[in-house]
């Protein structure tokens, strides 16, 4: 034992020794302007050592701006001045992204109040040109590797909480159906579509934390006119096309979550600090949506880009949020207030809706903002007040925005959208039915043609020949139809047809279908509570009032920008149905249960009895003494006399 606690010091002792010659060779190669000297006389020395030390405190409050790395050389400093380490030129080449923000805030008529998110990320760069894109700075890495691996044109996904009723609140600048709405474009070297799809809804459920994975052949359509690519590249070519949806996705801060990570600045600044989930989700209508896409970076598209955003739509309830004030406020809405713009981002402002109050006779917002802007949105012109939060005086003294909105009068009349739809079924019992789609043409006096896009799952068998389309009670015969009928346990039915809607009309599609038997193990937990039918996608160019703007690289607000215009005189709209609850034939889930329960019964009665006769070795017993007799033979026996 003596021996090996020798050598064991000795070792120690030798690693000691080699530790303290390292590091004095290192403080030796260490060049003398890092290392603490004698003082100078050199007054100009002082002079910038006093000045490094004063500018310490102001880079340290800085810490969180967005600052442009400039490649530097030995050649760029002054003579007599450059640094013994010259800076040696970077190959990873700068990233050329740009990040903006805005909020849009919409007085309803109803006293409701509809709030808009929109984040938008640009990034010049080519994820399908071959090389390995690893350096990354506002567009976040997991979507970016996402897009190369699986060859990805366009991603539009959506998760939405509620339905937006667009008779009291109009048309949303982002519109999105019921549950999850996944519809992607691949690129045309892609061989395996399908597998590609089903690869891809099983990483984007696991990075937004959804049931994505549920996405099968059974609810996923190929549309052969509906949902063309909203960015550059507009190929038609529908087999890289596809498009699904879960109507009974539920929404929660799981999928909240994820998605605010992606932001450059997260939730810790900016726009995205109100987005505090308590208050989301405690209101009429929430939606989230992610939207990739390639667009064009100058008018002769000469240089494309790479856009992500992220737009999250909310609309609070006058009664639930407000406790029937009619009076709004950031604190409010969202219990927080604004102190700051990202850090990271180009442009932060705050839009509010102040069309229909041009003289403030109907409300009033405080703090007023000199700022105003219009803009051309859903073919109306809409005026806004803007607050600029890269701006300090926005904050004020206080440096913190609570915007408020008080509530003068209650009247006036909102503008009836000019297209709108709903669909119910109709019918009674258990084997047939009938689905009705009601849409309706607002416009005084001129038609615009309309597509319609159903996806019915295979176990509600869809008569096609019972297929009637009625616009102010005669025929309306679609100018397009494309029908793929449904394969059981295999794919969706799928209509599309190109409608012609009369000028201030309600044009119905009506259908009938039949109730398949579904086997046992095909129903869900609670299969009393019905079977959910996506949403009608109903797409349209709208005549508009005022004349669109059709260039799309033009600087406008985020809100006004998504869909692209290419006529002047009509804009694009989108229009989703409520989504259908249908009963199926549903067996007695119970009667499994009783019968084990009445068999086990059965079983332990009568074969318990008859078991017990078999088993049991029957003995007869002479019944005990009483007290009395007892008494006697105890006394017997002590006289000696024989027992009784």
Known sequence: MAAHRCSYSAVLLIIYILTVFIVADSQETTPNVDRPGPATNNPQTATNTAEQTAEQPAVEEKRWVATEVE??????????????????????????????????????????????????TVWETEFMSGNKVSHYRLFPKSLGQLISKFSVRELHISFTQGYWRTMQWGQPFQPSPPGAELW??????????????????????????????????TNTVQPSASFKPLGINNVTDHRFLRYATLPREIVCTENLTPWKKLLPCGSKAGLAVLLKSEKLFHSSFHSQAVHIR????????????????????????LHTSAQGKREWSLFKMFARTLTEACPLASSSKIYIDITDNPQGEQFEVSPATPLLSQAVVLGDRRT??????????????????????????????????????????????????????????????RSFP????????????????????????????????????SKDRVRPHLLEMLVQLPPNSVTEVTVQFERALLKWTEYTPDPNHGFYVGSSVISSLVPSVVAMDTNSTRDRPLFSSFFPCKEESSYFVRVYTEPLLVNLPTPDFSMPYNVICLTCTVVAVGYGSLYNLLTRSFQIEEPSPGLAKRIANIIRKMRGVPPL
Not at 193 to 217: Q, R, Y
């Open 384 to 445: 806004f007040s803007v607050y600029d939060l890269t701006q300090q005086i926005t904050f004020g003294t206080v440096r913190s925005l609570n915007l408020l909105i008080r509530w003068k009068s209650s009247e006036g009349d909102m503008l009836r959208p000019l297209l709108h739809a709903e669909r119910y079924v109709a019918g009674y019992g258990l084997q047939t039915g009938e689905i009705h789609t009601l849409m309706y043409n607002n416009h005084p006096y």
């Open 71 to 120: 490649e530097a050389t030995a050649d760029d400093a002054p003579t007599g001045q450059q640094h013994p380490e010259a800076v040696v030129p970077s190959s990873v080449p700068l990233p050329k992204d740009d990040f903006q923000e805005e909020l849009v805030i919409r007085p309803l008529h109803s006293g409701d109040i509809y709030a808009s998110f929109q984040f938008r």
């Open 184 to 217: 992607v474009w691949f690129q045309d070297s892609v061989t395996d579509v399908d597998g590609t799809w089903k690869e891809l809804t099983n990483v984007l459920s696991g990075i937004f934390c959804a049931s994505l994975n549920f996405i099968d052949s």
């Open 450 to 485: 309309v597509l319609l896009l159903d996806s019915v799952p295979w176990y509600l068998r869809l008569y096609i020949h019972t297929l009637t389309v009625t616009s102010k009670g005669k025929d309306n015969k679609p100018s397009y139809i494309h029908y793929q009928p």
């Open 294 to 317: 390639p667009v064009c970076q100058d008018w002769q598209c000469k240089t494309t880009s790479w856009e992500l955003r992220q737009t999250l739509n909310v609309v609070f309830d």
